[in-house]
């Protein structure tokens, strides 16, 4: 009941009061209601907004490995080779991205998100598969072939696989954007119910982006050191010249460029004239300066386009792209020359140094060349330029490139040859002027090709001395006649024996196991070694004094007689000549040619023999063809003599019918 003042009344009040209570808490009720239902659906969103981001950390995870392989991979091809702690770490790396990937496939993912994962685990397959081929090529030490597969399987693979990570990121993180978005729209229903849920998904994020920072960070790492060991890899450690790889990779993308449009490209091919001179000489860290120096002057005549690169050694090659003709090439290598002529500083010296150069184009490629055939051709005109001097260039053309694969040939014909034992030993006899005895016989190679026939020394022993295969066929020429000999003194025992002379070459003169061989050689012939005559040029005995002197030293200690070859000839001087512990100068054959007639060469023979007998030298006279020199060698005092006056050289059946028939008489 209401009172006309408008109140209620005692009971009427108490009614209402309820009534505002129980509203109250039904209003209150459904509130809560709805705040729970809104809470449950945010922490949902909430939920799957926080795998979204696991999700990201997961594939930043995967990207990081991606580059530590990456980076693995650079290091092994910059150290030309795979070790078990590089293969190690390879594979912890690699079974991470696996494992990664098979617990991401098993989560529930949205129909976009679980295109982009099947994408990423196929192109880690990929570069998986590919990583493998290139580890066992380099494990195994085939760094060509392991180039060949990173250039086509492995760089390909590596930037699909990033490309697929970077492109699962953008989706994920687009789907946790939205995610997040929504749950916040809702949260507007539920700021009381979520208040307490703000803190605990605070510090979920912040541990999310402590670890995302964590990962950004090693990442950044691994890209310095891929780049650091990409870099290695690609240049060289002394001069940070391109190296071989780098060159042949800009090589071979000039020449596509070349194939596209009219332009042409040059290759020039250095070789430093002497620099072992240097090296030995100076030392090591001489030769590594003069190095540094060379490849600077080299840059500062170039381009920037030009590429600058040291393949090893005392060997650079220079590219030049967009030129008209060789011509272009030509001028370069003069200018090189230009370049070069000042002196160097070096351990307080002034050193020279000069460089042999070989230019080839590529107009002078078919439409097959590669790079290649484009930088052999520049090596062949290389070796051209050094065989007609120092300081001089030489441009390709077909007929070296024929010459080569001559040369080529030659060479893995001798290797079958030292094998085979197509190698024969001839005899020269030289014969006692005063006695008219045969007192020696020297040891000459000849080569029985089986498609060519019987070849001279001048054939092959040129390419022998450059290839090495000299020293195999020095020590069959030495111990085959030594053997010989050894049985035809068993025959012939007058006295005094039959001596044999050998000629050593500048390569067999300087191995370092020289003594050794000819020590050996002598123990299992049973040559007595004052029977034997080892024979060098001029040339070789001053090329390094002190050297030659204690090499010469030590065989003179053995009993062994030696002699000075093509005495003449050479650039000694008599001052050299007195400190060699010899017993034998040859007179060189040009000199015996113009006795009689030509005044200088008989000149040349008479000092010859004057200063032998100064010395108490023996003199020997090579290449007698007539009677008249016969008798100018007599006159003048020369000890003995060979040519083909007295027989030309002879295979050893030949050769001993001329001894008994000689022991006859």
Same mark, same amino acid.
């Given at each position: 009941?209401?009172?006309?003042?408008?109140?209620?009344?005692?009971?009427?009040?108490? =009614?209402?009061?309820?009534?505002?209570?129980?509203?109250?808490?039904?209003?209150?009720?459904?509130?809560?209601?709805?705040?729970?239902?809104?809470?449950?659906?945010?922490?949902?969103?909430?939920?799957?907004?926080?795998?979204?981001?696991?999700?990201?950390?997961?594939?930043?995870?995967?990207e990081t490995q991606a580059y530590r392989l990456s980076s693995l991979e650079w290091q092994?091809?910059?150290?030309?080779?795979?070790?078990?702690?590089?293969?190690?770490?390879?594979?912890?790396? =690699?079974?991470?991205?696996?494992?990664?990937?098979?617990?991401?496939?098993?989560?529930?993912?949205? $129909?976009?998100?679980?295109?982009?994962?099947?994408?990423?685990? !196929?192109?880690?397959?990929?570069?998986? !598969?590919?990583? $493998?081929?290139?580890?066992?090529?380099?494990?195994? *030490?085939?760094?060509?072939?392991?180039?060949?597969?990173?250039?086509?399987?492995?760089?390909?693979?590596?930037?699909?696989?990033?490309?697929?990570?970077?492109?699962?990121?953008?989706? /994920?993180?687009? $789907?946790?954007?939205?995610?997040?978005?929504?749950?916040?729209?809702?949260?507007?229903?539920?700021?009381?119910?979520?208040?307490?849920?703000?803190?605990?998904?605070?510090?979920?994020?912040?541990?999310?982006?402590?670890?995302?920072?964590?990962?950004?960070?090693?990442?950044?790492?691994?890209?310095?050191?891929?780049?650091?060991?990409? /870099?290695?890899?690609?240049?060289?450690?002394?001069?940070?010249?391109?190296?071989?790889?780098?060159?042949?990779?800009?090589?071979?993308?000039?020449?596509?460029?070349?194939?596209?449009? #009219?332009?042409?490209?040059?290759?020039?091919?250095? $070789?430093?004239?002497?620099?072992?001179?240097?090296?030995?000489? %100076?030392?090591?860290?001489?030769?590594?300066?003069?190095?540094?120096?060379?490849?600077? @002057?080299?840059?500062?005549?170039?381009?920037?386009?030009?590429?600058?690169?040291?393949? *090893?050694?005392?060997?650079?090659?220079?590219?030049?792209? &967009?030129?008209?003709?060789?011509?272009?090439? +030509?001028?370069?290598?003069?200018?090189?020359?230009?370049?070069?002529?000042?002196?160097?500083?070096?351990?307080?010296?002034?050193?020279?140094?000069?460089?042999?150069?070989?230019?080839?184009?590529?107009?002078?490629?078919?439409?097959?060349?590669?790079?290649?055939?484009?930088?052999?051709?520049?090596?062949?005109?290389? /070796?051209?330029?050094?065989?007609?001097?120092?300081?001089?260039?030489?441009?390709?053309?077909?007929?070296?490139?024929?010459?080569?694969?001559?040369?080529?040939?030659?060479?893995?014909?001798?290797?079958?040859?030292?094998?085979? *034992?197509?190698?024969?030993?001839?005899?020269?006899?030289?014969?006692?002027?005063?006695?008219?005895?045969?007192?020696?016989?020297?040891?000459?190679?000849?080569?029985?090709?089986?498609?060519?026939?019987?070849?001279?020394?001048?054939?092959?022993?040129?390419?022998?001395?450059?290839?090495?295969l000299i020293l195999p066929i020095g020590r069959f020429v030495l111990k085959e006649a030594?053997?010989?000999?050894? !049985?035809?003194?068993?025959?012939?025992?007058?006295?005094?024996?039959?001596?044999?002379?050998?000629?050593?070459?500048?390569?067999?003169?300087?191995?370092?196991?020289?003594?050794?061989?000819?020590?050996? #050689?002598?123990?299992? +012939?049973?040559?007595?070694?004052? +029977? %034997?005559?080892?024979?060098?040029?001029?040339?070789?005995?001053? &090329?390094?004094?002190?050297? #030659?002197?204690? #090499?010469?030293?030590?065989?003179? *200690?053995?009993?062994?007689?030696?002699?000075?070859?093509?005495?003449?000839?050479?650039?000694?001087?008599?001052?050299?000549?007195?400190?060699?512990?010899?017993?034998?100068?040859?007179?060189?054959?040009?000199?015996?040619?113009?006795?009689?007639?030509?005044?200088?060469?008989?000149?040349?023979?008479?000092a010859t023999v004057a200063f032998a007998k100064a010395f108490n030298l023996h003199v020997?006279?090579?290449?007698?063809?007539?009677?008249?020199?016969?008798?100018?060698?007599?006159?003048?005092?020369?000890?003995?003599?060979?040519?083909? /006056?007295?027989?030309?050289?002879?295979?050893?059946?030949?050769?001993?019918?001329?001894?008994?028939?000689?022991? @006859?008489?």
């Amino acid at each position: 009941m209401v009172k006309a003042d408008g109140r209620f009344g005692p009971e009427e009040g108490q =009614r209402a009061q309820s009534k505002r209570r129980i509203s109250a808490w039904a209003v209150l009720a459904a509130a809560l209601l709805v705040a729970l239902g809104a809470a449950l659906i945010i922490a949902e969103l909430r939920e799957r907004a926080d795998n979204d981001r696991q999700a990201l950390l997961l594939f930043k995870d995967l990207e990081t490995q991606a580059y530590r392989l990456s980076s693995l991979e650079w290091q092994a091809i910059a150290e030309e080779r795979l070790d078990s702690g590089l293969y190690e770490e390879a594979q912890d790396a =690699r079974g991470r991205m696996a494992r990664s990937l098979e617990g991401m496939a098993q989560t529930d993912a949205l $129909d976009e998100e679980a295109g982009v994962l099947q994408q990423v685990d !196929e192109a880690f397959r990929a570069y998986d !598969e590919a990583l $493998d081929e290139e580890f066992r090529l380099l494990a195994a *030490g085939s760094l060509e072939e392991a180039e060949a597969v990173d250039e086509e399987r492995v760089d390909p693979s590596f930037d699909e696989l990033t490309e697929a990570l970077v492109t699962a990121d953008s989706v /994920y993180s687009t $789907d946790a954007e939205r995610t997040d978005r929504i749950a916040n729209a809702g949260s507007v229903f539920a700021l009381g119910v979520a208040g307490g849920l703000i803190g605990v998904m605070f510090w979920q994020y912040e541990r999310a982006r402590r670890a995302a920072t964590l990962i950004a960070a090693e990442q950044k790492a691994l890209r310095k050191s891929e780049e650091l060991f990409r /870099y290695q890899a690609l240049h060289d450690p002394l001069t940070n010249l391109p190296n071989r790889l780098l060159f042949m990779d800009r090589l071979r993308h000039a020449l596509d460029r070349t194939r596209r449009r #009219t332009e042409k490209i040059a290759v020039l091919f250095l $070789d430093l004239d002497s620099f072992k001179v240097v090296n030995d000489g %100076l030392g090591h860290k001489a030769g590594d300066q003069l190095l540094l120096s060379v490849g600077k @002057r080299l840059r500062e005549c170039l381009r920037s386009e030009d590429t600058l690169a040291r393949l *090893g050694g005392d060997e650079f090659t220079i590219l030049l792209e &967009d030129v008209a003709d060789a011509g272009e090439a +030509t001028k370069l290598a003069e200018h090189i020359a230009e370049r070069l002529e000042a002196p160097f500083e070096l351990e307080g010296r002034e050193v020279f140094i000069k460089a042999s150069i070989g230019i080839v184009s590529s107009s002078a490629l078919d439409g097959d060349g590669n790079p290649d055939d484009l930088l052999r051709d520049a090596d062949t005109a290389m /070796y051209e330029a050094k065989k007609k001097g120092t300081a001089g260039y030489e441009v390709f053309h077909p007929d070296l490139g024929s010459r080569a694969m001559w040369r080529l040939k030659l060479e893995g014909d001798m290797h079958r040859a030292v094998k085979q *034992g197509e190698f024969r030993v001839y005899y020269q006899p030289l014969v006692d002027l005063a006695t008219n005895r045969i007192s020696e016989v020297e040891a000459l190679v000849r080569w029985e090709h089986p498609e060519r026939g019987l070849l001279a020394p001048g054939e092959f022993l040129p390419l022998a001395e450059e290839t090495g295969l000299i020293l195999p066929i020095g020590r069959f020429v030495l111990k085959e006649a030594a053997r010989q000999v050894c !049985e035809w003194q068993g025959l012939h025992p007058s006295e005094p024996l039959l001596m044999v002379s050998v000629n050593l070459s500048a390569r067999q003169f300087r191995h370092p196991d020289l003594v050794g061989d000819i020590s050996r #050689t002598l123990e299992e +012939t049973g040559l007595d070694p004052r +029977t %034997l005559k080892l024979e060098i040029t001029e040339s070789i005995a001053v &090329d390094d004094l002190e050297s #030659t002197i204690d #090499t010469l030293r030590e065989l003179k *200690g053995m009993g062994i007689k030696l002699a000075i070859d093509d005495f003449g000839t050479g650039y000694s001087s008599l001052s050299y000549l007195k400190r060699f512990p010899i017993d034998v100068l040859k007179v060189a054959r040009p000199f015996v040619d113009g006795l009689g007639h030509d005044p200088e060469d008989t000149a040349v023979v008479r000092a010859t023999v004057a200063f032998a007998k100064a010395f108490n030298l023996h003199v020997t006279g090579e290449g007698i063809e007539t009677a008249e020199q016969l008798a100018q060698l007599r006159a003048l005092g020369c000890d003995s003599g060979q040519g083909y /006056y007295f027989a030309k050289p002879l295979p050893s059946d030949a050769a001993s019918t001329l001894f008994y028939e000689a022991s @006859r008489r």
